[in-house]
Every structure is written in C-alpha cells, then in structure tokens.
C-alpha cells in the first residue's frame, strides 16, 4: 500500500462562493475521492487549521507521499512544519507539490530558488507532454486542453530540474514548465502546475491519471534506517 497525505491549506473554499460551488468538500477531498478508485492507495488528509497542520511526526511518520496544495495562508505556515516536511522529503517521502504550493515554504526550503514566476487569472492553457517515455506520463495524452486556468508563466525561478515532463502553453502566449521532477536526499518531488481553485481542474480525468502516476513515480524505496543516518538530520 502507498501511504499518501493530502495537505490542503482549505481556506479558498470557506472563504469563497464561486470556490466553494466548485470544491463544496475542499480540494483535499476531491483528490482523495479519486486516489481512493485505487485498492493500493491509503489517503488521509490535514488541513491548515488543524494543529500542526495536520502534518505531525507522527503522520509524516506514517506518509509515503504527502500532497501539497496551499496559497492564502502560505506566510503563516509555520517554520517548524515546514522544515519537518523537508526532513521527511530528505528521508524518502515523496512529496507532489501542486499548483500554488511551488511558493509554500516547504518548496522553498527544499529547492533553494525564490521560485517567483508570471501570472494572470483566466486563459485556456494547452499541457503538452514533453516526456513521453517519463512513467508520469503513463497513458497521458500528447495534450491535455483546459479551458480555463490561471496563466503560470516563465520565467520561473527553479533550479534545474530532473526531468520536465510537461510543458505549459497559454492562450495569451506564454509557456511554463508545469510538470518538473527534482531529487532532494533520498526524496523525490513532483511539481504540477494545474490546478487553480476556481477552476475544476482536479475532476479532469487526464489530470488525475497525471497524479496517480506522480504518486507513484515518487513513492519511496525501502531503505534501511543506516542508510539515512547522514539526511535529515
Ligand atoms: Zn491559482
């Protein structure tokens, strides 16, 4: 079984009708429901207002892969968190760092960049898949329309990835490297940029095959505990 956490800051959707007429249950709940569709996949979720996040030692403990989607409350996250998550990724846990969350402070500490880039709400954005060979691009299409979603643009301050496995176009012009792997310890991460919350990104079925295969992409290997005894710490 993957063990996967789904941290979602779900405060848009409280805060906002036209969030809320498009995630009524929060984003967490609609990526569990379809993570669920998979007899090997055990979802949990934390939420920002739950103490610790949601994310305590103890979960972290228990997580293969922990989910991250945030924005509005991105600056009071706490330090302690943060760095714990990074820990974790240092040991192994996989993380998949969706839309906004490239500038949560658990990114920023991992990858090292500002990782600022463009943006504007509301263009059709065309993901093209770069990487076919990639196993997250499993039984993804060459491209993947989206009618609607918030324009991330290049430049984007992120250092080198791994892999860029797929490529953002925007109906306004501009491009973005939406789908980039990067090695951080013993930990992979997965950034995905769809996913704006006043759009129902996470119900499109291609997009959801993209997260499954990410969950499995950055599942971690077994290791034993002196093999980590150097990250981490
Ligand atoms: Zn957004």
């Given at each position: 079984m993957i063990r996967v956490t789904i941290y979602n800051e779900f405060v848009h959707e409280k805060e906002y009708e036209e969030v809320k007429k498009v995630y009524p249950q929060g984003i967490h709940t609609c990526i569990a429901n379809f993570l669920k569709e998979d007899s090997d996949i055990m979802v949990r979720t934390a939420t920002f207002e739950e103490k610790e996040h949601g994310l305590s030692e103890e979960v972290l403990s228990d997580t293969d892969v922990l989910i991250f989607w945030s924005h509005a409350r991105q600056d009071e996250f706490s330090d302690e968190v943060a760095l714990r998550v990074k820990k974790h990724v240092l040991r192994g846990m996989g993380l998949v760092a969706l839309h906004s969350a490239h500038y949560s402070k658990v990114m920023k500490t991992l990858l090292g960049t500002s990782m600022t880039l463009k943006w504007h709400h509301g263009e059709t954005e065309r993901l093209w898949c770069?990487?076919?060979?990639h196993p997250i691009a499993e039984g993804v299409p060459e491209v993947i329309e989206l009618p609607m979603e918030e324009m991330y643009g290049e430049f984007f301050d992120i250092p080198k990835p791994d892999d860029v496995v797929f490529a953002g176009w925007f109906s306004g012009g501009n491009v973005f490297r939406s789908g980039c792997t990067f090695t951080r310890g013993y930990g992979k991460i997965f950034y995905f940029q769809p996913g704006h919350e006043e759009y129902p990104i996470y119900y499109d079925k291609n997009i959801q095959k993209i997260i499954k295969n990410a969950v499995r992409f950055v599942n971690p290997v077994v290791r034993k505990e002196s093999d980590l005894e150097c990250v981490g710490q």
């Open positions: 770069v990487n076919p060979t």
